[in-house]
């Protein structure tokens, strides 16, 4: 049995607790904005943050998540106002959009802890999420609107 | 409007020649107007009161619905087509509702590739605009009994000034539901002055779902009741199952059972490719299960295949001569008349691998069956594609075949087959519930529809002011022709009309050929296709021959390019199949290509900065889908012989633009995806099983690797439009090792660069 939290909600789980948190959160809570792109945490698609902090869905087993707090997409803000939303929005980021979700994810937690960073802190943070579209350039500068500076 | 249909003139009555490239019959149907067959499912345009095309409806209320019948996989296109309708309309943005058409004849031509959605239907959805604006202005006119041409429309409103009376959009449409559509050639189109939206920068309609999360993928479908699979394919092309052991499988908790799918009889098209499907009550279930499957393969006719070896045949098959394609003078008499009369000759081989799609989002489907009708939702570049292959492996009517079209996480070519939605569909028969099909990364990268591996040899003679006089090129690749004819071992004729007939230059003595290559893997088109290598090998020997004949690469391409002109192929007997466009509409017009040329040169400052000690700048210029553009790229490299591209400046000509921002994107998604396949992209097999499985293994450019800035520039254009999702590619991959060479004196004549010591 895992206790834990999801985007503010109670939730109890009983099942295989081998199983990612990723499929718990698509198959079992419909939280579909968590998207899976590799299954081997090389790609970031599937970025979350656990307790404030961008994980891999697909790499964090539900046995793993007692008493601890989910965040998704989903949740990251009411109405996708979040500063980081808005600057995606703001930059016209997305071509297809699949892995934004997690880019914007991985970048929330970047900024949450680094509200200012560097060219080199966007890289090292960000080289772990793969857009096939070749979105970088319009990501660095929705980081740095996001984080309040000019781009 | 109809185009040249490759497609029929190959491969007669094929059944899935509808999937093939640049291939289309008719693009714009005439009943997308007034008389519309029965839809296969209906549009809210089609439900809405006024309805005078397939394409665009409008209610009561004034809500606009245009439906996209394009797939969008990240070009944009679900709103730029939108946008030429609503423009040509008049019609406040915001009004309008943008939906999605299933796959349907009646939407004419609906396989979104060959970068040809907004070229082949700008017309279509100008005249749908136009049409529902006529009849509006027309029952205003009525009403207030004015003159139709005393009346302008402006932001959703009709006005008549003299009289000072306007009504609304929606006010109208039960009137003017009333009147007959009109015709095409009574309809009058906005000029390019009136213009608000075309040519405006608009965000896409789908930006805030997407930041969302709320946005709705193939792999976000779910149906009650729905099952999973997960299938194991035979690891060679057309292996089939020695035995199965699935007794583990079975007793991972969430699994229901196991099911047996036939292996494909060739040719494989978009066939499903067999294997042995666990079925179970989650995703995470089916994939568990899989692990714990047991299957021993017969590995069949490519068990054999070994890149290496294969690459080695390849090299060996370019060296003898090969089907002459197009020839021009004769350049076997200018090599040997060039070396007696102080000319050079030059020759150099390129070599580039194969390289998987790897769109973000893996293949998956959903299907339902029932009551002998199947139902799918599919991220899929084409959708009637899905209906003939659901069709062909159920064996039931395509009009008995419903296909959704979800967004699309990511597509580049390989989402125009659909043998996924195939396998969903068959399990859905077979179980009786509806089935999502999901691949995972590792089935991606090893059953793709490879973009294929190509070697091409080059031969140049430069006399001795530094012209350009003999141009020869020959390559040999496994092509796509493979996955519509057994065993064919030579190129569907487009395949060559994509870099090698078409080579621009104004050189008097020309010949292009190609060799015969076999296909051991499933052989389809990659974004830009088979220009990658042809233009890859094509610009980079130009850059050897500039340098060669000592003279600065841009002043040389500029010469070879001779004055400008309009090149007569059919004169030099090159039936080319253009992308499947008019040739009289879309020529090879070489003053465009130097036009990009000269304005990469002047947006670069070319020439201005000195190459060598690890900094270089290399420039290109390439003719694909109809779109020019050229490419000058910046590298560093480091002492480790690491590179990196700190800028791009991509030049466009695409004609008219449509949505400046999503053509800016495009060329900027391109840019990134070329440099990280020039750097890393290289598929290989072993014992016909592909080697790599994820992304580990098959590097995707990521950001730090990727060019720190693209700059694109556009070309001020009243040409028709034409496409960009492809042509942004294939200069930067020759570019980019031009300007390796500038900085490293190091030439790149094989791809990945990551295998070469650049220090």
Known sequence: MVNLTVNGMARMFDGDEDMPLLWYLRDDLRLTGTRFGCGAGLCGACTVHLDGTAVRACQTPLKSLNNKKVVTVEGLSPNGTHPVQAAWEQHNVAQCGYCQTGQIMQAASLLARTPNPSDAQIDTAMQGNICRCGTYQRIRAAIKTAAGRRA | MTVINVSRRQFLGGMFSTGALVLASRVMPESAWAQTPTPLFKTKADLASLNPSVYLGIEPDGTVFIVTHRSEMGTGIRTSLPMVAADELDADWGRCRIEQGVGDPRYGDQNTDGSRSVRDFYDAFRRAGASARAMLVSAAAAQWNVPAAQCVVRNHEVIHEASNRRAGFGALVPAAAKLPVPKAEDLRFKPKTAWKLVGQKTSTYDQKDIVTGKAQFGLDVYRDGMVFASIEHPPVLGGTAKSVDDKAALAVKGVQQTVALDTFKPPHLFQPLGGVAVIANSTWSAIKGRRALKVEWNDGAHGAFDSDTFKQQMLATVKQTGKVYRNLGNVDAEFAASAKSGGKVIEAMYATPMAAHASMEPPVAVAEFSNGKATIWAPTQNPQAVQEAVS???????????????????????????????????????????????????????????????????????????????????????????????????????????????????????????????????????????????????????????????????????????????????????????????????????RRLRRVLEIAGEKSGWGKSKSGGGRGMGIAAHRSFNTYVASVVEVEVDGNGQFKVPRIHQVVDAGVIVNPDRVRSQMEGAAVMAVGLARTGEITAKGGRITQSNFHDFQVARMPDAPYQVDVHFVDSEAPPTGVGEPGLPPVLSALGNAIFAATGKRVRELPISKMKLV
Not at chain 2, 439 to 459: G, N, P, S
């Open chain 2, 392 to 590: 062909a492996a159920l064996g039931i009517k395509k009009e008995d075949v419903v296909c959704h079209v979800t967004l699309l996480g990511g597509g580049f070519g390989r989402k125009s087959k659909p043998d996924y939605a195939a396998e969903a569909a068959v399990l859905a028969r077979k179980l009786g519930k509806p089935v999502k099909v999901i691949w995972t990364r590792e089935d991606d990268i090893r059953f793709d529809y490879y973009h294929t591996t190509a070697v091409v040899y080059h031969k140049a003679a430069v006399d001795g002011r530094g012209k350009p006089t003999a141009w020869l090129h020959r390559s040999v690749f496994p092509p796509i022709a493979s996955t519509f004819v057994p065993g064919a071992r030579e190129p569907l004729s487009f395949e060559l009309d994509l870099g090698l007939t078409d080579v621009p230059f104004d050189i008097p003595n020309i010949r292009a050929e190609n060799g015969p290559a076999d296909a051991h893997v499933r052989i389809g088109w990659f974004r830009a296709v088979s220009n990658n290598f042809h233009a890859f090998a094509a610009h980079s020997f130009a850059d050897e021959m500039a340098r060669a004949a000592g003279r600065d690469p841009l002043e040389f391409l500029l010469d070879m390019m001779g004055p400008g002109k309009v090149l007569d192929l059919k004169a030099q007997g090159v039936d080319y199949s253009n992308y499947g466009a008019p040739y009289d509409k879309y020529p090879i017009d070489t």
